[in-house]
């Protein structure tokens, strides 16, 4: 792993990992507000980004790293699950929709800013690392009446109506609560 940072120059604990993707395009929070995120965040900590995905999941990948001013790494479809566990252990934050690797995030000790639509995020959210779990307020107000099946998580576009401002004010949050925790792990690589 440490081979793959250096190649990359990613600094442990120095980058957070986002995963656009999701089984379903209506789980998928939309490429240009994560793109929007993520330069508010680079600019204002000088962390470093990574997007993160199966092989499958290139489209939002690529619009992300096309729409961000701040260069990202793009390992998406690039990984191993086992070489992306170690990425994600070694990341300072997680962001990203309802997924996989949100909870491989979790399981590795990563903190997590999680994207939900009609999914319950008490129920489903992660577990033993500090989060925060965005939804938007429901019931929805439908922004894809034609594509979405109200009551099937999987087939509904709520996580449309998140807006950039919550999540980006939750990854600040997050960043902020878990500071001093960060610092004690990376005294322990020195």
Same mark, same amino acid.
């Given at each position: ?8 120059h %990613?600094?442990?604990? /120095? ?5 656009? &993707?999701a089984? #379903? ?6 490429? $240009? @507000? #994560?793109? *929007?995120?993520? &330069?508010?965040? +680079? ?9 993160? &995905? ?8 690529? $619009?992300?790293?096309? @729409?961000?001013?701040? =260069?990202v ?11 992306l566990l170690?990425l ?6 997680? %962001?990203?929709?309802e997924s /996989? =690797? ?5 399981? +590795? /000790?990563?903190?997590?800013?999680g994207?939900?639509? %009609? ?6 959210? =992660? ?7 965005l939804? =938007?307020?429901?019931p929805?107000?439908c ?9 099937d ?5 709520c996580?449309?109506? %998140? $807006?950039?401002?919550p ?5 600040? $949050?997050?960043? *902020? ?5 960060? *610092? ?7």
């Open positions: 792993m440490l081979a793959l940072l250096d190649k990359y %990613l600094r442990r604990k /120095g980058f957070v990992a986002v995963h656009a &993707g089984s #379903f395009l209506g789980r998928r929070w939309q490429p $240009e @507000r #994560f793109a *929007a995120v993520i &330069g508010d965040i +680079a600019r204002e900590t000088g962390l470093d980004f990574v997007l993160v &995905g199966g092989p499958d999941e290139h489209k939002p990948a690529d $619009e992300i790293a096309a @729409r961000t001013a701040s =260069p790494v793009n390992f998406v479809g690039a990984l191993s699950l086992e070489t170690a994600l252990k070694e990341a300072r934050l997680f %962001l990203g929709n /996989g =690797p949100m909870h491989m995030a979790a399981a +590795a /000790g990563t903190p997590v800013v994207l939900y639509g %009609l999914t319950n995020p008490i129920r489903w959210g =992660p577990v033993g690392v500090p989060s925060i779990s939804q =938007p307020s429901m929805c107000e922004v894809a009446s034609d594509f979405c099946k109200r009551t998580p999987s087939k509904a576009c996580v449309w109506r %998140l $807006e950039v401002a999540v980006a004010e939750a990854v600040r $949050e997050i960043l *902020a609560r878990t500071e001093k925790q960060t *610092a004690n792990a990376l005294s322990r690589y020195a």
